[in-house]
């Protein structure tokens, strides 16, 4: 037989062999599958933030909100802040139709607006 050939089952053979070991098994999955919950995604107006705004915490969220627009990020980068603002500041941020940054609380109501 050719050595080339011979090269070509060994590897192969070795390779597929591996993979056999190595790939998960079908039970593994289906276990993976149960325990894992199906998350909803909470909106911006949900009623359980804890946290007080206050004028301070507003400017952190508007200047944190101002330096991702100034760094070009995307909406969708923006969206994921304004969910991180909210969880941890009960504030979002957004920019009004006047280009106007606005921080408002859960229940929408404006704490600043620069």
Do not use: H
């Not at 037989?1 to 062999?17: A, D, E, Q, T």
């Amino acid at each position: 037989m050719n050595k080339n050939l011979v090269k070509w089952v060994i590897i192969f053979g070795g390779g597929l062999l591996g993979f056999s070991l190595f790939k998960p098994k079908k039970k593994d999955l289906e276990s993976a599958n149960k325990s894992t919950t199906p998350t909803s995604e909470k909106a911006f107006d949900d009623s359980d933030v804890t946290v007080k705004p206050t004028k301070e915490n507003a400017e952190i969220v508007m200047r944190a909100y101002s330096a991702a627009m100034q760094a070009g990020e995307p909406s969708t980068a923006l969206a994921e802040l304004n969910k991180e603002c909210m969880k941890d500041y009960g504030m979002r941020c957004y920019t009004d139709k006047n280009n106007k940054l606005v921080v408002c609380d859960v229940s929408g109501s404006i704490i600043l607006s620069k």
